[in-house]
């Protein structure tokens, strides 16, 4: 019993060494960000810069005004096709992964037909054959619609092989033990295959939501006065291109960190069992 106490004192007590050096990293890293901050906004402030023309479009870019037709603009219309594509990309990727694992030919053909032909041509093409192409055989899809469906169909299929390599990381032992248990397939998707999966798909899936994040900038060529639209337009009928690129650069990285914020909360979440295991082992 006593030498139960002292390993588990042991390794208490080596939870908080690891916690304090954590965060002691953590301030160093933060004291570099605000660094590196203090620099830039100097050298911004020194640029000869128009802040007020900055402080007069930002508004706009952030999407706080709706566009004469009465619909979102700016960051907020950035916002909204992102948030669209990435709930179509996640249900489009779980088919295709269901079909590139399935032992039915036709299913594992087609998914991985279509896995290829998005992920082996470049995004800007499809945009446009949806937008301007597929007017030619009848289909006349509005700018908002076409943005949405090529980042969907896009990211669907790059999300396909993240989700996949998630689901084979889990041992198959443990999915053979859950029906000799009698379990559903829907229940041990859920409750065994799910939350260990995560762990492997949240990282590489978080980067790919804050790169579709950043190319839903192509929607701009389909005339929609979202975040890079109205920095260029601004750009033109100013002459201060440098302002509003800028401008539109720092909104979409305040909203990529958000962003990055939130899969480390994820990852954090789903590899807790996996982290206490690793220090209990060392």
Known sequence: MSNL????????????????????FRARAALVWLGLLI????LLLQSGLDFPLIRAKLPYLLGFHLTPGGFLQGAALTLFITACSMIFSVVIGILTAL???SSNAFLF????????LFRGTPLLVQVLMIYLALPQVGIVLSGLSSGIIALSLNYGAYLAETIRSGIISVPWGQREAAM??????????????APQALRVI???AGAQFISMLKDSSLVSLMGLWEINF????????TYRYMEMLISAAAIYWVMSVILELLQARLERRYGRGYSRQTSGGA
């Open 180 to 193: 000799a248990l009698g379990l559903s397939r829907l229940r041990i998707a859920a409750r065994i295959v």
């Open 202 to 204: 949240i990282p590489p």
């Open 5 to 24: 106490g002292l390993t588990a004192g042991s390794q208490r007590a080596a939870g908080g060494r690891f916690s304090s050096a954590l965060w002691k």
């Open 109 to 116: 053909g087609l998914a991985t037909f279509y896995a290829s």
């Open 230 to 237: 109205l920095a260029q337009s601004y750009g033109r009928a």
């Open 39 to 42: 620099g830039i906004t100097a």
């Open 99 to 101: 079909g590139r694992t």
